[in-house]
């Protein structure tokens, strides 16, 4: 059974940092792409960055030099570690394991910046 579990979301003040980490098994984490996505109140989801099998980066250009996408193989959890967060970074976050004709989610943990 695969399960993508989410962690490290909370309630943050503008200009804070959170560190999400998204714990797998069932699968064979290194060969899969993985992704954080998030999704806001009424908006569509979106892709904020993503790590490939060869541990290259991507990153949506709202989050370009403040959040770090990274992979651990050995752990099978990647993370998300996110700095100078702001208002609109407010969302569930999820997490995506990828691959050809796979495609795995997790369940999400809410992030809420606030003062």
């Known amino acids: 059974q695969v399960q993508l579990v989410e962690s490290g979301g909370g309630l943050v003040q503008p200009g804070g940092s959170l560190r999400l980490s998204c714990a797998a098994s069932g699968i064979l984490f290194r060969i899969y792409a993985m992704r954080w996505y998030r999704q806001a109140p009424g908006k569509q989801r979106e892709l904020v960055a993503e790590v490939t099998t060869a541990d290259s980066t991507n990153y949506d250009g709202s989050v370009k030099g403040r959040f770090t996408i990274s992979r651990d193989n050995v752990k099978n959890t990647v993370y998300l570690q996110m700095n100078s967060l702001k208002p609109e970074d407010t969302a569930v976050y999820l997490c995506?394991?990828?691959?050809?004709?796979?495609?795995?989610w997790g369940q999400g943990t809410q992030v809420t910046v606030s003062s």
């Open positions: 995506n394991a990828v691959r050809p004709s796979r495609d795995y």
